[in-house]
Nanobody, 128 residues
Framework: QVQLVESGGGSVQAGDSLRLACAASGRTFSSTYAMGWFRQAPGKEREFVVA???????????EFGDSVKGRFTASRDNAKNTLYLQMNSLKPEDTAVYYCAARPSRAAVTDPGEYGYWGQGTQVTVSP
């Protein structure tokens, strides 16, 4: 089994930055797992934010959702089994619960239904 624990959420003003972290643990977790972030605002469906996949010696490839491209970046620390999401130039529409997800595959996908492991979520609130 794999456990995912998110941290770093909070309340900020528009234009501010936040960094979320997702720490993975469990006997079966591997640095080759695809990991990603999704978010869900009240009354809306879960939205794709970023998916990362291991590409070998060159590290990780990250694919971003259209609504966050150019503002969000992602990185992974293999030594800590942690995925980070750096969120810059935050907007009120970024307000949501952010969920970390992982799947035992090198293929990073944007469909939340393809991920088998989820964290409990962390709230991000952006005020105008």
């Amino acid at each position: 089994q794999v456990q995912l624990v998110e941290s770093g959420g909070g309340s900020v003003q528009a234009g501010d930055s936040l960094r979320l972290a997702c720490a993975a643990s469990g006997r079966t977790f591997s640095s080759t797992y695809a990991m990603g972030w999704f978010r869900q605002a009240p009354g809306k469906e879960r939205e794709f934010v970023v998916a990362t996949r291991w590409i070998g010696a060159n590290g990780y490839y990250a694919e971003f959702g259209d609504s966050v491209k150019g503002r969000f970046t992602a990185s992974r620390d293999n030594a800590k089994n942690t995925l980070y999401l750096q969120m810059n130039s935050l907007k009120p529409e970024d307000t949501a619960v952010y969920y970390c997800a992982a799947r035992p595959s090198r293929a990073a996908v944007t469909d939340p239904g393809e991920y088998g492991y989820w964290g409990q979520g962390t709230q991000v609130t952006v005020s105008p």
